[in-house]
């Protein structure tokens, strides 16, 4: 979503491509070059000589053959960016995606439960509550040692709860939707990073960020957007080694595994194709991270330069801002603008203030 | 999810990936290590260095096993077609022996025809070498004629009869004026008694090799 509008941006084009798609492309054929060459026996010096006995237009053809190749693989990479960020926020449609959808999932719906303080000090208050009934209507002298025991585990429980809760609260706000959106959370960490900075501007001001950024992008600041833009970039190159080294590992494996190669070979292409993936993809964790957190920062700032844009008179309280959104998103969606607006006219207002 | 009474297990994607990374990885080097124990074979290999044009005898070979992807295609393996055969270039200890290291197998009547006789190279153009279809292992007749002068219009010739090709080696991977002129280097096999008459003759004169049909 967010991505569409940046691709507009066209001024760092050319050095985005390169360093995103053109050399990763490069390194990636020439890699696979040299490993198919060694895991089918041939001897990459007698190669190299043959090639140089060669005709040099057949040279020259082969290189550009080649140049091609990669030209052609860094502007599939380069322009599938969305589509491979949204393979790693778990968007899939592939056979099985959806066992593996539950499968995350699960795992980080049960993160997110841990990181929901709230609940869990509500759940120990009530049995604080109970226990302490249990404790006042017992009549049994032996039993309440055990009794009391109990209660002293829960009152430490809950100062540990009390403890976490800042850390909690961080956590929650960098790497997960709101708990109340358990529902929607994605099965992989990256999704549920940018799944939060979507949710974001909804909890905080009932705004609709998916209809409002393209709109609120045109009011951002030169130097708001330059900063998204490297942060993006830098999350599509990081995205793009993990999923080229993950490529190579798999390509690799199978065609060694057919060349009948040396098993060190197959190792050290396999699981250091995977390993390159795991570190490029924990890399593009920190990125998302730092995307997300410009998302947030475009929503809390420049929000009231959308609605004087609209001309509009910013809401004076929270709660009357929560309501403009609604109308605002009630006009673009159903092209009714609310009766009780009135627009203001800025060029007005300056120059009121200039005669004054 | 699984819950296994106290412990509560959640396994995400990345503890699925990686394991099914290092069971992927094991199988597959598992398969390729029994691959590669039953893709052994014996073979004859040197087992010390040999130089070029060094008869070899069956003392200087001896049985490995070897994984069949380090053995050339064009290897030769077996001792009866190794042995008493002349080596062509140098052949490095403990390595597969190819056809191109090897002079071509010889007959009884060529192994007498390079009883004492003694390797001579010389330059030789596309023309004198039939046009790359003269062979090692070839035999032909040798005519050094001198240049005709007003002092003697007929020079004597001098003729060396069924002289033995051992290896014809060509010069393109040189760089060299010679590698441009697509000469070659005919490496002969000449009675050792007439190798100071051959190497006087051949000095600026003329050689002409000729093969009988």
């Known amino acids: ?356 | 999810m699984t819950k296994l009474g106290y412990l509560n297990l959640s396994f995400s994607l990345g503890h699925l990936f990686l394991l099914s990374n290092l069971i992927l990885g094991s199988l597959g080097f598992v398969y390729l290590q029994q691959t590669e124990a039953l893709s052994q074979l014996k073979v004859w290999v040197p087992s010390r260095d040999l130089p070029p044009y060094t008869l070899i005898k069956s003392t200087d070979l001896i049985e490995k096993t070897l994984l069949s992807r380090n053995i050339p295609s064009e290897s030769v393996r077996e001792l009866i077609k190794i042995s008493d055969r002349y080596t062509v270039s140098t052949i490095t200890k403990d390595k597969p022996i190819t056809k191109k290291q090897l002079s071509p197998e010889l007959t009884l009547d060529q192994k007498k025809l390079l009883q004492n006789t003694v390797l001579i190279g010389i330059l030789a153009t596309p023309d004198m070498i039939l046009g790359g279809n003269l062979q090692a292992g070839d035999q032909v007749d040798i005519l050094i004629v001198l240049e005709a002068t007003e002092k003697q219009p007929n020079p004597p010739s001098i003729q060396f009869d069924n002289t033995f090709i051992f290896d014809i080696r060509s010069n393109e991977t040189d760089s060299t004026a010679i590698a441009k002129s697509s000469e070659s280097v005919v490496v002969l096999a000449i009675p050792a008694d007439r190798r100071a008459e051959f190497s006087r003759s051949i000095s600026a004169r003329k050689i002409m090799l000729s093969r009988k049909f």
């Open chain 1, 1 to 356: 979503m967010f991505s569409e509008v940046l691709k507009e941006v066209t001024g760092i084009f050319d050095r985005r491509f390169l360093l995103n798609a053109f050399f990763p492309c490069l390194i990636f054929w020439g890699l696979l070059g040299v490993v198919g060459v060694i895991g089918g026996g041939w001897e990459p010096l007698k190669l190299l000589q043959a090639w140089n006995q060669q005709d040099g237009i057949l040279k020259a053809l082969e290189i550009i053959g080649l140049i091609a190749i990669v030209v052609f693989s860094a502007s599939v990479l380069f322009n599938q960016s969305n589509n491979i960020l949204r393979f790693y926020e778990g968007y899939w449609s592939f056979p099985l995606g959806r066992q593996f959808f539950r499968i995350g999932k699960a795992h980080h719906q049960t993160c997110l439960k841990e990181l929901d303080i709230k609940s869990q000090m509500q759940i120990l208050a009530e049995k604080m509550q109970q226990k302490g009934v249990e404790l006042s209507t017992n009549q049994e002298p032996k039993k309440k040692p055990f009794l009391q025991e109990e209660m002293n585990g829960l009152v430490a429980q809950e100062k540990r709860l009390q403890q976490q809760q800042f850390t909690s609260q961080e956590k929650n706000y960098r790497y997960y939707p709101q708990p109340r959106h358990s529902d929607e959370v994605m099965p992989t960490r990256l999704g549920n990073i940018l799944k939060n900075s979507e949710k974001y501007p909804g909890d905080r001001y009932n705004i609709d960020a998916v209809l409002v950024w393209s709109r609120l992008y045109h009011v951002l600041p030169n130097r708001y957007i330059l900063i998204i833009t490297e942060v993006r970039s830098a999350l599509d190159f990081a995205l793009a080694i993990a999923t080229l080294s993950g490529l190579f590992g798999f390509i690799t494996g199978v065609w060694l595994l057919i060349a009948k190669a040396p098993g060190w070979l197959y190792l050290l292409c396999f699981w250091g194709g995977t390993l390159v993936a795991g570190v490029a993809y924990q890399s593009a964790i920190g990125n998302a991270a730092a995307y997300a957190e410009q998302i947030k920062v475009g929503f809390d700032l420049y929000r009231h330069e959308l609605i004087k844009q609209f001309r509009l008179q910013p809401a004076q309280k929270p709660d009357g801002e929560a309501k403009q959104w609604q109308e605002i998103q009630q006009l673009l969606y159903g092209g009714q603008a609310p009766s009780t607006w009135i627009y203001i006219d800025p060029d007005a207002k300056k120059e009121e203030a200039s005669n004054d």
